[in-house]
């Protein structure tokens, strides 16, 4: 059984930064796309960003592209998103999920999924 568990949330002011990790346990990591969504009270979950398993694509949400960086430590299998320059609009609470097939942003396509964890960015 695949486990996720993010960590790295918190409090920070707008201009700061933040890095979140997302540590795979229960099966081969390098054989698992692992992404990092978002969602804030009554809107949808989004993607923020993947990594694909064998060959780290990557990806962004265009909301994102040039200040968050996703990355990976196979040795640890954890996944990092690296999240610069944060503004207001990025409070959310933050979700890594994790499928064995290779990248999509289909949310319903992840069936692994993690706690989340709640980024706040004052203003």
């Known amino acids: 059984q695949v486990q996720l568990v993010e960590s790295g949330g918190g409090l920070v002011q707008a201009g700061g930064s933040l890095r979140l990790s997302c540590e795979v346990s229960g099966d081969t990591f390098t054989g698992y796309t692992v992404a990092w969504f978002r969602q804030t009270p009554g809107k949808e979950r989004e993607l923020t960003a993947y990594?694909?398993?064998?060959?780290?694509?990557?990806n962004y949400a265009d909301a994102v592209k040039g200040r968050f960086t996703i990355s990976r430590d196979i040795a640890k299998n954890t996944v990092y998103l690296q999240m610069n320059r944060l503004e207001p609009e990025d409070t959310a609470v933050y979700y890594c999920?994790?499928?064995?097939?290779?990248?999509?942003?289909?949310?319903?396509?992840?069936?692994?999924w993690g706690q989340g964890t709640q980024v706040t960015v004052s203003s």
């Open positions: 999920a994790a499928r064995y097939y290779g990248p999509t942003p289909d949310i319903r396509e992840y069936p692994h």
């Open positions: 990594i694909s398993g064998s060959l780290g694509l990557i």
